[in-house]
């Protein structure tokens, strides 16, 4: 069964840094593009990054442009999500999906609060 | 950028009972939209890709049609487990854009 588990959210001053990881398993990780999708507490769903098989394209969200990296180790089955400079905005749950068109598999999320 | 509005917010339907579900593109999108289900405190999961294209376990009572501009999602026959928020989501283009979502609750 595919299975997508996000790590790295928590708590952090505004203007902070996190990375977020996900760890892929029971699917050829390699071959499939991969997506950070977010939503606020109470609101719906945003498209964050999503990243092409080898890493060599990247999209953004225009509001994450600029202070969000997604990347990612296909020797280790992750995907990244770097993020700084953090905005009182950006608190969400964040989702780890495969896919860079619709996203067929979800992570469970992980909790980021921006807040001082 | 491409916007998606979804209608009605919230629908009130009896189990058993059709539900139709709008989702509307500001430029066409040709058919590359999909729909979502999500339940409070879960991962979204998805339903159809391709506007009518079912995924792999998902039931025949849900079943999504159009193109361009104008979709909608229906789910003929409503079971206990399908009341939840729904989204339709473009990846045309980018950025890939998700509606407001249509919450679908029992009446």
């Known amino acids: 069964e595919v299975q997508l588990v996000e790590s790295g959210g928590g708590l952090v001053q505004p203007g902070g840094s996190l990375r977020l990881s996900c760890a892929a398993s029971e699917f050829s990780f390699s071959t499939y593009w991969m997506s950070w999708v977010r939503q606020a507490p109470g609101k719906g769903l945003e498209w964050v990054a999503n990243?092409?098989?080898?890493?060599?394209?990247?999209y953004y969200v225009d509001s994450v442009k600029g202070r969000f990296t997604i990347s990612r180790d296909n020797a280790k089955n992750s995907l990244f999500l770097q993020m700084n400079s953090l905005r009182a905005e950006d608190t969400a749950v964040y989702y780890c999906a495969r896919g860079g068109w619709s996203f067929g598999f979800w992570g469970r999320g992980t909790l980021v609060t921006v807040s001082s | 950028e491409i916007v998606m509005t979804q209608s009605p917010a919230t629908l009130s339907v009896s189990p058993g009972e059709r539900a139709t579900l709008s989702c509307r593109a500001s430029q066409s999108v040709s058919s590359n939209l999909a729909w979502y289900q999500q339940k409070p405190g879960q991962a979204p999961r998805i339903l159809i890709y391709?506007?009518?294209t079912r995924a792999t376990g998902i039931p025949a009572r849900f079943s999504g049609s159009g193109s361009g501009t104008e979709f909608t999602l229906t789910i003929s026959s409503l079971q206990s487990e399908d009341f939840a928020v729904y989204y339709c989501q473009q990846y045309n283009n980018w950025p890939r854009a998700f509606g407001q979502g249509t919450k679908v609750e029992i009446k």
């Open positions: 990243i092409k098989e080898d890493g060599s394209e990247k």
């Open positions: 391709g506007a009518s």
